[in-house]
């Protein structure tokens, strides 16, 4: 009867496994599937690089002259073609084959490599649009962390410093490798160890890290592959002194992808191994030492984006060109800044009107156009920022002018508000002035010290922040300025002084100052910090601080020079000075807050032809910043006009 009695649960349960049994090992092997599809991508990619780049010392002038290189070149496209097609099913796929194809034939066909070049990035940027993959890592890797993590997980069996197992798992058949081991790590990349952190060793005690943050394991791939190359030091003069060096890694994703077995075909042996050793150390370098990495970025954007043009997908066209700015362009923003202000005015402007085309659905071949002469662009801001390019006078002027320029702005609001608590004998509201400016200086510290340590503040995310900044400054400043105007006649200064005579500021007065002080500092103080972040990374730190420390007394002296005055101003005169100034700065920070709003993709470019550009005032030639700045300024007009119609009629009775 038990027996009988079971047989239904028995049943029950080889139906539920029947059933799941399946499903599960879908489920197991999903990820398994998704990491080999990953890699297909990967290596593909690679490929298409390759053939972008080295196509041109096989086929010169329609021409072989390399028989090896040509036979490598048709190889790698036939692979292309081949990978493509055994890719998971996706909507773009067919096209991408269709792209594959039309590579093998131009290759076949020996047409120019400018040709070859822009069908293979051409194809690589829309197999990464299809099939999304990290190629490199996305910031700077953490090398302090992953030294932290390899002590953690690494090594007890590949060794401390990378020189192989101890003893005691000597004999683990194979043996964890070691990492120092010249011969082996001569034909590994980063990248090849990155993927053995994520996938892990079949047939090996080597398992798979996938658990890891991506971060986090692309600081172990580029900790690990230090080990066998020491010579940082002979590695950073190579790398700083030679422009071809530099070139032929471009990026992070070049310094990921290359081993250095083969940077020794083009380098020589000992030199690839210093600049592997430096690189591996510092892969920053290849972002800040010149910036190229960066503008590459920009390049490789702006060719997807007319890609994506020329394949009637405007909405992705747009985010690209915009992402060339933000991920390309403005991390070298600030320094190209300080070496050649008025190309970096260039190139933004070339890349604001690109976008505005692209927004504008004008005709391929104009956009075409405008991509030659921002790479012309480029090729100069390339030049600008090299290392060699560099002098400690235009380090000292770039951190002396960035300190004084955006310390001016806030130290004149600033100025302002203390100046009127004196003239109004409220000295003992001074402390929310203080609190406001000096709580926004250690925000300022706090945004530096966390962007330095735990987060990575985006190009979009400080656009974000200048521009809704800007623009919040500018509508406090507007109400301030015109009602201060309202207060510079003698007669409406009289009445305000008895009305207010035997009462303190107002608490939320108080704290509207305090917040106003806060604003308008913080906002100079965010974009400042980002701007020497990216100044230190060019090294000359005492050089820096000599600037910024320069800047600093100028401002006290500027600061002490405006009360000292402000105090033998009449009030009337100080009102209608200080009504006048800040009404300016509300000016001048609509237009940075409506330009920075655009930078960052929130509000459309509608770029005005021959229209002035003229940064210190906010001015910039797009119809949508000209036009915030002409109706703030119609606010301004209007405001003061009827702050002066209210004073005199309130005058009139007395008479």
Excluded at 117 to 123: D, F, I, Q
Aim: hydrophobic share 50%; glycine share 8%.
């Amino acid at each position: 009867m038990t027996g009988i009695a079971q047989a239904p649960h028995r049943l029950s349960s080889a139906l539920v496994k029947a059933m799941f049994l399946p499903l599960l090992l879908v489920l197991l092997a999903w990820p398994a599937a998704a990491q080999q599809a990953n890699s297909g991508v990967q290596t593909t990619w690679r490929l298409l690089d390759y053939v972008a780049v080295d196509y041109g010392e096989a086929v010169q002038g329609g021409q072989i002259v390399n028989q090896f290189e040509y036979d490598e070149m048709v190889e790698f496209s036939n692979s292309v073609s081949e990978r493509i097609a055994a890719l998971p099913d996706h909507p773009a796929r067919a096209g991408l084959q269709a792209g594959a194809a039309r590579l093998q034939q131009a290759i076949a066909d020996q047409v120019p490599s400018e040709q070859v070049a822009a069908l293979a990035k051409g194809l690589a940027g829309d197999l990464l649009a299809a099939y999304p993959v990290p190629l490199a890592p996305a910031t700077v890797p953490d090398l302090g962390r992953a030294a932290t993590l390899y002590a953690q997980n690494c090594g007890s069996c590949h060794g401390p410093a990378g020189e192989g197992p101890p003893p005691a798992m000597a004999a683990i058949d194979p043996p964890p490798i070691a990492f120092a081991d010249r011969d082996r790590a001569r034909e590994r990349s980063v990248f090849g160890l990155y993927q053995v952190i994520t996938q892990g060793l079949e047939g090996t005690t080597m398992q798979s890290f996938a658990f890891l943050p991506e971060e986090d394991r692309w600081a172990l791939a580029f900790h690990a592959g230090r080990f066998a190359f020491p010579d940082v030091a002979e590695g950073e003069r190579i790398w700083n002194e030679h422009e071809s060096v530099r070139r032929l890694i471009p990026n992070m994703a070049a310094l990921a992808a290359i081993a250095p077995a083969a940077l020794a075909d083009k380098i020589g042996e000992e030199r690839a191994y210093a600049v592997t050793a430096y690189l591996r150390a510092n892969p920053g370098a290849v972002v800040t030492a010149d910036g190229s990495g960066s503008l590459d970025t920009v390049r490789d954007k702006l060719a997807q984006s007319l890609a994506a043009y020329a394949a009637g997908d405007s909405d992705a066209a747009e985010e690209l060109a915009l992402s060339a700015y933000l991920d390309g362009f403005e991390p070298v923003e600030a320094v190209l800044a300080t070496r050649d202000g008025d190309l970096m005015l260039e190139v933004e402007q070339a890349l604001s009107g690109f976008r505005a085309a692209v927004s504008a659905g004008r005709p391929e071949p104009e956009l075409r156009q405008q991509l030659s002469e921002i790479d012309g662009l480029l090729a100069r801001a390339e030049t600008a920022l090299a290392p060699e390019a560099a002098s400690e006078l235009s380090t000292f002027l770039g951190a002396f002018v960035i300190l004084l320029r955006e310390g001016l702005e806030a130290l004149l609001v600033v100025i302002a508000m203390i100046a009127f608590l004196r003239k109004a004998d409220r000295t003992e509201q001074l402390r929310y002035v203080h609190g406001g400016w000096v709580t926004a200086l250690v925000a300022g510290v706090a945004t530096w010290f966390a962007a330095t340590h735990f987060i990575t503040i985006s190009g979009a995310s400080r656009e974000l922040t200048e521009g809704f900044g800007a623009l919040l400054a500018a509508i406090v400043l507007l109400s301030v300025g015109i009602w201060m105007h309202g207060k510079s006649q003698a007669d409406e200064w009289r009445r305000y002084i008895a009305s207010k005579m035997n009462s303190a500021l107002s608490r939320g007065s108080a704290w509207f100052m305090a917040g106003l002080a806060f604003v308008v500092v913080y906002r100079e103080v965010f974009e400042t910090i980002l701007f020497y972040a990216a100044l230190w990374t060019q090294g000359n730190g005492g050089t820096i601080l000599a600037g910024a420390l320069t800047a600093m007394l100028l401002l006290a002296i500027i600061a002490w020079v405006m009360l000292r005055y402000s105090r033998k101003l009449p009030i009337t005169q100080f009102f209608a000075y200080s009504s006048i100034l800040i009404a300016i700065l509300a000016v001048v920070l609509a237009g940075k807050g409506v330009g920075a709003l655009q930078e960052a993709g929130m509000i459309p470019i509608t770029l005005v032809p021959g229209g002035p550009r003229i940064p210190l005032l906010g001015i910039s030639p797009t119809a949508e910043a000209l036009g915030a700045q002409l109706v703030t300024l119609l606010i301004v007009i209007f405001g003061f006009r009827s702050s002066r119609r209210k004073s005199e009629a309130a005058a009139s009775p007395a008479e």
